[in-house]
C-alpha cells in the first residue's frame, strides 16, 4: 500500500510540475507580450518597458521560470497588475464563494443523475432509460449560458420563485460572520436561519445550472459502470441462486460500480469547480471564475495563470484523493499499481 | 448473374432498413443534413444579417420568425447565417484535434517505453485543465483570430485522442500484420502510419462527432466572456450573448432561438456519435 501511495504522490508532483511549466511558457514564452497585452494598443513604448521592468519580463527566460517557482513555493503567485494585490489573495478570497457553488453543483447533479442512472441500468431499454439518456443528451448539449438564461427568465423573470441573479445575497445584506467563507454554513453557525435561507435561494439558479449540466455526465457514467457489472460472473451466480433482482442490484452491482462512480464524481466536481466562469458571470457570483473574467477585461495575463495553475491544481489532487481513497477500496487496484 | 443481383437487392434494402432500427443515427443525420443544406441556400433566401430591416425588439411573428435584436436586426436571418460558420469551425477543431492526436496516440503506442511515458505525462497535464480555460488562456496569449481559435480549442481537444488511438495501438501492435511489415523491413514511421493508425483511428472517428459539439458550446462560452468571436458577427454564441441582458427585461426570443439552434447541432452531433460508439438504444 505504502508503494502504492508514493507512486500516486510522486506522479502527482510531476503532474504539477509540468502543470507550472506549461502554464508558464503558455503565459511568457509563446508570441505575445504580456506587457503590451495588459496596456492595450494605445499604450506608449515607455509605459510597456516600464511595465515589463516591473514584471521582470526582462530577465532570462531560465532566470523568470526560477524566480516564478521559487515564489510559488512559498505561496506567492506574483502580482496582479490589473488590481495591484498578490495573485494568491485576489484568488484564495473568493475560493469559498466558488466551493460553495460547485458543491452545491454537485449535489444536485448527483441527486438527479445516480438514481435515475440506477434506474436505467436496472431496466435498459425500459422508459426510465431511454428517457433517461434523452435527458443525458439534452443535458449536454446545452450552452451553460443558454441553460441559465432560461432558468432566469423562467424562475425569476416569469414565475418570481428564485430572486435574480446578483450574487450570493441581495443587495445591501450583510454576510455572517466569516467563518469558512461559505454563506449558508457559516451562517447556520451564526444562528442566523433566515439568513442561511436567503443564501440557500441566491445559491439555486447558478446551482441548477451547474448542476443540471454535470447531472447528464453523472447519470452516463453511472449507468455504465452499473451495467457493466450485469455481465459479470458474481451477478448471474447470485440470480442463479434466486436473489432478488433489487437487492443483486443494490447490493453487489452497485458496491462493484462504486469504483467508477467515484472516479466520476471527482471528476465532475473538477470540471464544476474550473467550468464555471460563464455561470459566474451571468450571476454576478464572486468566485474564482468571476476573477479570471475580470482578468480577461483587463488583460492580466499574470491573474489569469494563477487562474489557470490553482484550477489545475485542484483537478490534480482531487484525482489523486480518488486515487487513494480507490486503493483503499479495492485490494486489485494498490497490488497492480505495485507490480508495474 | 442471379446471386450478383440478389446480393445487390439485399444490399440496397439493407440500408433504410437499418437506419431505421437505429433512430438516433436517422434523426441525427437528419438534423445534420437539414442544417448543411440551409447553411448553403439559406444564406439567399433571407435579409443581410447585419441589416436593420425593422424595429428593435419585435417578438416573433410571421414576418420576423424568430423576432428582432436590440438593432432591429432580423434574428432568424442572423441564425441562418451562422450555421455554416458555427459548423466550419466545429468541424475544424475536431479534425486538427483528430489528427495532432491521432498521430501523437500511434508513436505513443507504437514506440512505448520512455517516448511513451513522457507523452502520457504531458497528455495528464493538458486533462488536468478543463479544456475551456486552456482554450481561453491559449487564446488570450497569443491573440485572437479565427485560425487561432480553432487552434486553441483544438489543443484543448486534443488529449482524449491520444488516449483513444494509443489505448487501440497497444492491442493492434501485437498483431501479425505489424509483425509481418516489419520483418518486410518497413521503418518505424511507415509501420506506425501506413499500418498501425488506418486499423487504430475508428474510436478517434467516432470521438470526432462528439468534439465537434463540444467545439461549438465552447465558442459560444468564449463568446460570453469577449474572447474568440466578437459582435457584430452573426454567430450563434455571440447572439446568445448579446442576447443575454434582454433575458431580464423580457425579450426572450434574442437569445433563445440562437441557444436552442446550439442545442438541437449538439445534439444532432450526439446521437450520430454515440450511436457510432456502439451505445444503441
Known amino acids: 500500500m505504502l508503494r502504492y501511495v508514493l507512486r500516486r504522490l510522486a506522479i502527482s508532483a510531476v503532474t504539477v510540475a509540468g502543470l507550472v511549466l506549461v502554464t508558464f511558457i503558455v503565459v511568457r514564452i509563446l508570441p505575445g507580450d504580456a506587457a503590451a497585452a495588459r496596456l492595450g494598443p494605445e499604450a506608449s513604448q515607455a509605459d510597456i518597458d516600464a511595465l515589463r521592468a516591473q514584471l521582470r519580463l526582462d530577465d532570462s527566460l531560465p532566470k523568470q521560470l526560477l524566480d516564478y517557482t521559487t515564489g510559488l513555493l512559498k505561496g506567492d503567485l506574483g502580482p496582479a497588475v490589473s488590481t495591484g494585490r498578490p495573485v494568491s489573495d485576489e484568488l484564495f478570497d473568493r475560493l469559498p464563494a466558488t466551493i460553495e457553488l460547485a458543491f452545491a453543483g454537485l449535489v444536485i447533479a448527483l441527486l438527479i443523475g445516480f438514481p435515475w442512472g440506477l434506474l436505467a441500468a436496472a431496466r435498459p431499454g425500459r422508459v426510465g432509460d431511454v428517457s433517461g439518456r434523452l435527458f443525458a443528451v439534452l443535458g449536454s448539449s446545452m450552452a451553460p449560458i443558454w441553460l441559465g438564461l432560461l432558468l432566469i427568465f423562467g424562475f425569476y423573470s416569469t414565475w418570481h420563485l428564485f430572486p435574480g441573479p446578483v450574487g450570493r445575497l441581495a443587495i445591501g445584506t450583510l454576510p455572517p460572520p466569516e467563518v469558512t467563507g461559505t454563506y449558508v454554513f457559516d451562517s447556520l453557525l451564526a444562528g442566523d436561519f433566515g439568513l442561511a435561507w436567503q443564501s440557500i435561494q441566491y445559491l439555486a439558479l447558478p446551482a441548477l445550472t451547474l448542476g443540471l449540466g454535470a447531472s447528464a455526465a453523472v447519470f452516463k457514467m453511472v449507468r455504465s459502470a452499473v451495467l457493466h457489472t450485469a455481465d459479470s460472473g458474481f451477478v448471474r451466480t447470485a440470480r442463479a441462486y434466486g436473489v432478488p433482482g433489487r437487492e443483486v442490484l443494490l447490493r453487489d452491482q452497485l458496491r462493484n460500480a462504486m469504483l467508477q462512480v467515484l472516479t466520476a464524481i471527482g471528476l465532475v466536481f473538477g470540471f464544476l469547480l474550473g467550468g464555471n466562469i460563464i455561470v459566474e458571470r451571468l450571476f454576478n457570483w464572486p468566485g474564482m471564475g468571476r476573477v479570471a473574467y475580470d482578468a480577461l477585461g483587463s488583460n492580466d495575463l499574470g491573474l489569469l495563470q494563477g487562474y489557470a495553475l490553482i484550477i489545475g491544481t485542484i483537478y490534480i489532487l482531487l484525482n489523486l484523493v480518488v486515487d487513494l481513497v480507490y486503493g483503499v477500496i479495492d485490494p486489485r487496484v494498490r497490488l497492480g499499481g505495485s507490480n508495474s | ?281
Open chain 2, 1 to 281: 448473374m442471379s446471386t450478383i443481383d440478389a446480393g445487390a437487392t439485399a444490399g440496397t434494402r439493407a440500408w433504410p432498413g437499418t437506419l431505421l432500427r437505429r433512430p438516433f443515427l436517422l434523426v441525427g443525420l437528419t438534423i445534420v443534413g437539414i442544417l448543411l443544406v440551409l447553411g448553403l441556400v439559406g444564406p439567399f433566401l433571407v435579409d443581410d444579417p447585419s441589416a436593420r430591416v425593422a424595429e428593435p425588439f419585435l417578438a416573433p411573428s410571421g414576418s420576423h420568425w424568430f423576432g428582432t435584436d436590440s438593432f432591429g436586426r432580423d434574428i432568424f436571418a442572423r441564425c441562418v447565417n451562422a450555421i455554416w460558420l458555427d459548423l466550419a469551425i466545429g468541424v475544424s477543431v475536431a479534425v486538427l484535434a483528430m489528427i495532432i492526436g491521432s498521430a501523437i496516440g500511434v508513436i505513443a503506442g507504437y514506440l512505448g517505453g520512455l517516448v511513451d511515458d513522457v507523452i502520457m505525462r504531458c497528455v495528464d497535464i493538458l486533462m488536468a485543465f478543463p479544456g475551456f480555460v486552456l482554450a481561453m488562456i491559449l487564446l488570450v496569449s497569443i491573440g485572437e483570430s479565427l485560425p487561432k481559435l480553432a487552434i486553441a480549442l483544438a489543443i484543448a481537444q486534443v488529449a482524449p485522442f491520444v488516449r483513444l488511438v494509443r489505448a487501440k495501438v497497444l492491442s493492434e501492435r501485437e498483431l501479425d500484420y505489424v509483425a509481418a511489415a516489419r520483418v518486410s523491413g518497413a521503418r518505424w514511421p511507415r509501420v506506425a502510419f501506413r499500418h498501425l493508425l488506418p486499423n487504430s483511428i475508428r474510436p478517434a472517428a467516432v470521438q470526432l462527432t462528439l468534439v465537434c459539439g463540444y467545439s461549438i458550446l465552447n465558442v459560444s462560452g468564449l463568446a460570453y466572456l469577449g474572447v474568440g468571436i466578437h459582435p457584430p458577427t452573426a454567430e450563434w454564441g455571440v447572439m446568445v450573448s448579446e442576447g443575454a441582458a434582454n433575458m431580464l427585461t423580457g425579450q426572450w426570443w434574442t437569445a433563445f432561438f440562437p441557444g436552442l439552434l446550439i442545442a438541437i447541432t449538439v445534439m444532432a452531433l450526439h446521437f450520430i456519435g454515440d450511436d457510432l460508439g456502439g451505445d444503441r438504444a
